[in-house]
């Protein structure tokens, strides 16, 4: 029957293309990638000067943009995420957590464009107003919690409640109130959840482009201070696209090879503090 | 007994401080969450008018409507969500059946992409090597890639909760490997499969950087379904006029006022059947605490 083969024509058919699609995908940006990797004076990428007219590709103050910004989101987002996914897991019941749960998933599902446009038109002038200049790392470092903080909830209510409910009841059964329950019993045990999820909320801040690119002011510049305009690698992937030619070009991508590697290596760390199957 | 009372007092300071802790950063989760939206509600009836939906705009998007962009949206969310599925499920039975380390890790290597790394790819793959150009399809093709991860994981799951033993009684009765999958398989399935399909969609709908490098933000008015031709998504015509073009800001809150619209009602109008015919919630959903979540990920 011809809709039989269809069927199993199918069955290899669709992994083939998928797996074409990201071999040859991935070729071709290595291959893009390639001029720049040819003619690139390497001790030149050492420096803080990306001046690509210049023929100066310094990738210092490209990433140290990425890095500070994500070090500094996460500083901010990971006490409020975390306080929040031990209240949405321990502490509420019942409707109220699942209007909360609803409310942070659909508050996840928010584009990066308008949590982007917010910043831009509302926490860039407040912070302009207060301190001077708006676009900066501080601007990021709001946006990029605003990003971050609902999948990290979601995620770390998940994972907090895995395998918990016999310790704790067993706690409780001891005469431990919810909260030393949570605190003495649950927590220690789940150190490494914790550390998992952070490592995969810093993967999400290295991958996000729009959101920072809107509220950081794009200048080329080492972010010393917080009200400094700054750019992340992959803010200038996006802004120097549309008008980079050849080896410039080819630098570009060669930052997306780089911003993917960064992705990858943060969630093989989060993997690698998959130790522990349980609780001891 | 002294030392047990302040031990007690103790106790419950310290639980007090943690609850108290905990509350108020799940406070200001909420209050973030509502200050986002708080803008938006007010450019909410304005967005919705049929004037704005389907109007020309003009003088670069600050007055007009926006009607070729939501065409593109339209047309970009139909041809993507449907290669999505059509690739994602046989994509999905086959890890479903069989460990297979192989594909699995090309589906794990497209989930963990960032998003701008897509953008060169489909930039790379579609708009210079296949010759495709600046158009909706390399738009779509390169939204499928993104959007495949977290179809497959969803499908996936749901295809392995149907019992090995119905494979086993529909092959000793006779049926055929693709009657068994539409007859018995896909009716099972089908809530999750239309769940993962608002899952995918809530991510591509969020995509705009990947888009500008592949279905580029040409605002002209798109003639037929103009495939091949370059259309404008609605993200990134929300960041065109927040970036790009002074003076347009309210014009960017109505068009996110809109996007979000679209987002909830694809939501709740999936959940609907579901809702009416077995009392499932309409707002939360089964993702929530299975923590599948779209976005950067």
């Given at each position: 029957?011809?809709a039989t083969?269809l069927?199993k024509?199918?069955?290899w058919l669709?992994?083939a293309l998928?797996a074409?699609?990201?071999?040859?995908g991935?070729g071709?940006?290595?291959?893009e990638s390639?001029?720049?990797?040819?003619?690139?004076?390497?001790?030149g990428?050492?420096?803080?000067?990306w001046f690509?007219?210049?023929?100066?590709?310094?990738?210092i103050a490209?990433?140290?943009?990425?890095?500070?910004?994500?070090?500094?989101?996460l500083?901010?987002?990971?006490?409020?995420?975390?306080?929040?996914?031990?209240?949405?897991?321990f502490?509420?019941h019942?409707?109220?957590?699942s209007?909360?749960?609803g409310?942070?998933g659909?508050f996840?599902?928010?584009p990066?464009?308008?949590?982007?446009?917010?910043?831009?038109?509302?926490?860039?002038?407040?912070?302009?107003?207060?301190f001077?200049?708006?676009?900066?790392?501080?601007?990021?470092?709001i946006?990029l919690?605003?990003?971050l903080?609902?999948?990290?909830?979601?995620q770390?209510?998940?994972?907090l409640?895995?395998?918990?409910?016999g310790p704790?009841l067993?706690?409780?059964?001891?005469?431990?109130?919810?909260?030393?329950a949570?605190?003495?019993?649950?927590?220690?045990?789940?150190?490494?959840?914790l550390?998992?999820?952070?490592?995969?909320?810093?993967?999400?801040?290295?991958?996000?482009?729009?959101?920072?690119?809107m509220?950081?002011?794009?200048?080329?510049?080492?972010?010393?201070?917080?009200?400094?305009s700054?750019?992340?690698?992959?803010?200038?992937i996006?802004l120097?696209?549309p008008?980079?030619?050849?080896?410039?070009?080819?630098?570009l991508?060669?930052l997306?090879?780089?911003?993917?590697?960064l992705?990858?290596?943060?969630r093989?760390?989060s993997g690698a503090f998959?130790?522990?199957?349980?609780?001891? | 007994?002294?030392?047990?009372?302040d031990e007690?007092?103790?106790q419950?300071?310290?639980?007090f401080?943690?609850k108290f802790?905990?509350?108020?950063?799940l406070?200001?989760?909420?209050?973030?969450?509502?200050?986002?939206?708080?803008?938006?509600?007010?450019?909410?009836?304005?967005?919705?008018k049929?004037?704005?939906?389907t109007?020309?705009p003009s003088?670069?998007g600050?007055?007009?409507g926006?009607?070729p962009?939501?065409k593109?949206t339209?047309?970009?969310?139909?041809?993507?969500?449907?290669?999505?599925?059509?690739l994602?499920?046989?994509?999905a039975?086959?890890?479903?059946e069989?460990?297979?380390?192989?594909?699995r890790?090309?589906?794990?290597?497209?989930?963990?992409?960032?998003?701008?790394?897509f953008g060169l790819l489909?930039h790379?793959?579609?708009?210079q090597?296949m010759e495709?150009g600046?158009?909706?399809?390399?738009?779509?093709l390169?939204?499928?890639c993104?959007m495949?991860p977290?179809?497959?994981r969803?499908?996936?799951?749901?295809l392995?909760?149907?019992?090995?033993?119905?494979?086993?009684?529909?092959?000793?009765?006779?049926?055929?490997?693709?009657?068994?999958?539409?007859?018995?398989v896909l009716?099972?399935v089908?809530?999750?499969?239309?769940?993962?399909?608002?899952l995918?969609w809530?991510?591509?709908a969020?995509?705009t950087?990947?888009?500008?490098?592949?279905a580029?933000?040409?605002?002209?008015s798109?003639?037929?379904?103009?495939?091949?031709?370059?259309?404008r998504?609605?993200?990134?015509h929300?960041?065109?006029?927040?970036?790009?073009?002074?003076?347009?800001?309210?014009?960017?809150?109505?068009?996110?006022?809109?996007?979000?619209?679209?987002s909830f009602a694809?939501l709740?109008?999936l959940?609907l059947?579901?809702?009416?015919?077995k009392?499932?919630?309409?707002?939360?959903?089964g993702?929530?605490?299975k923590?599948?979540?779209?976005?950067e990920?």
């Open positions: 029957m011809w083969y069927y024509a199918s069955l669709a992994p998928v074409s699609f990201v071999a040859f991935f071709f940006v290595f291959f390639l001029p720049f990797l040819r003619s690139v004076d390497w001790s990428t050492l420096s803080v000067k690509p007219s210049d023929e100066s590709y310094g990738l490209l990433m140290s943009g990425t890095v500070f910004v994500v070090v500094c989101a500083v901010i987002s990971l006490p409020i995420a975390f306080g929040a996914a031990i209240e949405l897991a502490f509420v019942g409707p109220l957590r209007a909360c749960l409310a942070v659909w996840a599902g928010v990066a464009v308008v949590v982007g446009l917010f910043g831009l038109v509302y926490v860039v002038p407040a912070l302009g107003n207060w001077g200049q708006g676009f900066g790392l501080a601007a990021a470092s946006v919690l605003m990003i903080v609902p999948p990290t909830v979601l770390l209510t998940e994972t409640q895995a395998e918990t409910e704790l067993a706690a409780r059964s001891l005469g431990l109130s919810q909260a030393r949570v605190w003495k019993v649950v927590l220690p045990a789940k150190t490494f959840a550390a998992q999820s952070a490592m995969l909320a810093a993967s999400r801040g290295v991958a996000e482009t729009l959101a920072i690119l509220v950081a002011g794009n200048v080329v510049n080492l972010p010393v201070s917080f009200f400094e700054f750019r992340t690698i992959n803010a200038t996006a120097e696209m008008y980079a030619l050849d080896v410039h070009r080819s630098s991508f060669f997306g090879l780089l911003t993917f590697v992705v990858w290596l943060l093989w760390m998959k130790k522990r199957p349980g609780l001891s | 007994m002294v030392a047990a009372l007690w007092r103790l419950k300071t310290s639980g401080i943690m802790f905990s509350a108020v950063a406070c200001t989760v909420l209050a973030i969450f509502c200050l986002v939206l708080a803008p938006l509600g007010s450019e909410l009836t304005n967005a919705l049929w004037s704005y939906l109007g020309v003088d670069l600050r007055t007009g926006v009607g962009v939501v593109s339209l047309v970009l969310l139909i041809m993507s969500i449907f290669m999505t599925v059509v994602g499920l046989p994509v039975i086959r890890l479903a069989s460990t297979n380390i192989f594909l890790s090309m589906v794990d290597i497209l989930a963990g992409t960032p998003s701008i790394v489909g790379a793959l579609f708009v090597f495709l600046y158009s909706l399809l390399s738009g779509a390169t939204l499928t993104m495949l977290y179809f497959v969803v499908a996936e799951d749901a392995r909760e149907v019992p090995r033993r119905f494979r086993l009684v529909s092959a000793s009765l006779g049926l055929s490997s693709h009657r068994y999958f539409f007859r018995v009716p099972l089908k809530q999750a499969l239309l769940t993962g399909i608002i995918s809530m991510r591509a969020a995509e950087a990947a888009l500008l490098f592949t580029g933000y040409s605002l002209r798109i003639q037929g379904l103009g495939i091949l031709e370059s259309g998504p609605l993200s990134v929300i960041f065109e006029l927040s970036m790009n073009i002074a003076n347009a800001d309210d014009m960017a809150f109505r068009g996110a006022a809109l996007l979000l619209m679209i694809f709740i109008l959940r059947p579901g809702a009416i015919l009392g499932k919630s309409l707002l939360t959903d993702l929530v605490d923590g599948k979540v779209p976005n990920q």
